[in-house]
């Protein structure tokens, strides 16, 4: 990992984060963040549940910051939709509080809209209001076709009519909504031709290969060397084969330069 991201940050990569599965669940992650490039944007996902007791060690290590996975505030059904235990709720919050309290900010909230949570959005944004946070609510990628996905579309509409003002980011031209004090950025995947235009990012599985493109398999570029130089050829080729999920809808983004990686 830590020789992937020593290449990328020579190629020109401006960030890396590190996702899963469950990231924290490395009880050396703070070890591998203090060897990854300084110059490097050093950001995790987590589910939080871990978080607490971790947070001021990554902090020191060198992490700059987090987005922290939590679909409810209601226990019941936060442990319903994540299949967790009693009491992991508290510890979720209790890490986004130590996340704070150690500075690791921006702090970003996923918030996959289902269709048995859609209803606490309005109590999502002020939870992240209140706290300085900022709430990403996130498009289920429904690839299955199970009909569990939330109304993202109608909680859009209404986020527009709502808002003070209204931000388009390059990246995905996601959509971030101010609201009196809160802020909203949607995430749209699903059907978004600009979602795979505008992406920038290189993925690598935790089983050494290089990933082009998240709803993808069959382009993987196996890493086989820890020397510099080779991974720095096989970033190359893996960016080579970047091409938009949507294929011919899209620009072409093959040559588009090193910008973002996840280590997942």
Same mark, same amino acid.
């Given at each position: 990992?830590?020789?992937?991201?020593?290449?990328?940050?020579?190629?020109?990569?401006?960030?890396?984060?590190?996702?899963?599965?469950?990231?924290?669940?490395?009880?050396? #992650?703070? $070890? &591998?963040?203090?060897?990854?490039? @300084?110059?490097?944007? *050093?950001?995790?996902?987590?589910? %939080? /549940?871990?978080?607490?007791?971790?947070?001021?060690?990554?902090?020191?290590?060198?992490?700059?910051?987090?987005?922290?996975?939590?679909?409810?505030?209601?226990?019941?059904?936060?442990?319903q939709i994540t299949g967790g235990?009693?009491?992991?709720?508290?510890?979720?919050?209790?890490?986004?509080?130590?996340?704070?309290?150690?500075?690791?900010?921006?702090?970003?909230?996923?918030?996959?809209?289902?269709?048995?949570?859609?209803?606490?959005?309005?109590?999502?944004?002020?939870?992240?209001?209140?706290?300085?946070?900022? #709430?990403? $609510? &996130?498009?289920?990628?429904?690839? @299955?076709?199970?009909? *569990?996905s939330g109304d993202i579309e %109608? /909680?859009?509409?209404?986020?527009?009519?709502?808002?003070?003002?209204?931000?388009?980011?390059?990246?995905?031209?996601?959509?971030?909504?101010?609201?009196?004090?809160?802020?909203?950025?949607?995430?749209?995947?699903?059907?978004?031709?600009?979602?795979?235009?505008?992406?920038?990012?290189?993925?690598?599985?935790?089983?050494?290969?290089?990933?082009?493109?998240?709803?993808?398999?069959?382009?993987?570029?196996?890493?086989?060397?820890?020397?510099?130089?080779?991974?720095?050829?096989?970033?190359?080729?893996?960016?080579?084969?970047?091409?938009?999920?949507?294929?011919?809808?899209?620009?072409?983004?093959?040559?588009?330069?090193?910008?973002?990686?996840?280590?997942?």
């Amino acid at each position: 990992m830590v020789s992937i991201a020593k290449a990328a940050a020579e190629l020109g990569m401006r960030s890396v984060k590190f996702t899963g599965g469950e990231p924290l669940l490395r009880k050396d #992650l703070d $070890l &591998i963040v203090a060897r990854i490039p @300084q110059s490097l944007d *050093i950001s995790i996902t987590t589910n %939080g /549940i871990l978080l607490a007791e971790r947070a001021e060690a990554l902090a020191r290590a060198g992490l700059d910051r987090v987005n922290v996975s939590l679909d409810s505030l209601q226990p019941n059904r936060y442990c319903q939709i994540t299949g967790g235990r009693p009491g992991d709720l508290e510890r979720v919050l209790a890490g986004i509080d130590a996340s704070r309290e150690a500075d690791l900010l921006p702090l970003k909230l996923n918030f996959v809209v289902l269709k048995r949570n859609e209803s606490e959005v309005p109590e999502m944004i002020d939870f992240c209001r209140r706290r300085g946070l900022i #709430l990403q $609510l &996130i498009e289920l990628l429904d690839i @299955q076709g199970q009909g *569990i996905s939330g109304d993202i579309e %109608g /909680i859009e509409r209404s986020l527009a009519f709502q808002a003070d003002s209204i931000l388009i980011r390059e990246m995905h031209r996601r959509k971030k909504y101010f609201l009196d004090g809160a802020e909203v950025e949607v995430v749209r995947p699903m059907d978004n031709t600009e979602f795979c235009a505008h992406c920038t990012r290189l993925r690598v599985t935790s089983d050494g290969k290089i990933k082009p493109c998240l709803l993808r398999s069959d382009n993987l570029v196996k890493i086989d060397s820890c020397n510099p130089e080779r991974v720095k050829e096989l970033l190359r080729v893996a960016n080579s084969r970047r091409e938009p999920y949507f294929g011919n809808v899209c620009r072409s983004v093959a040559d588009a330069p090193f910008i973002e990686s996840k280590i997942i």
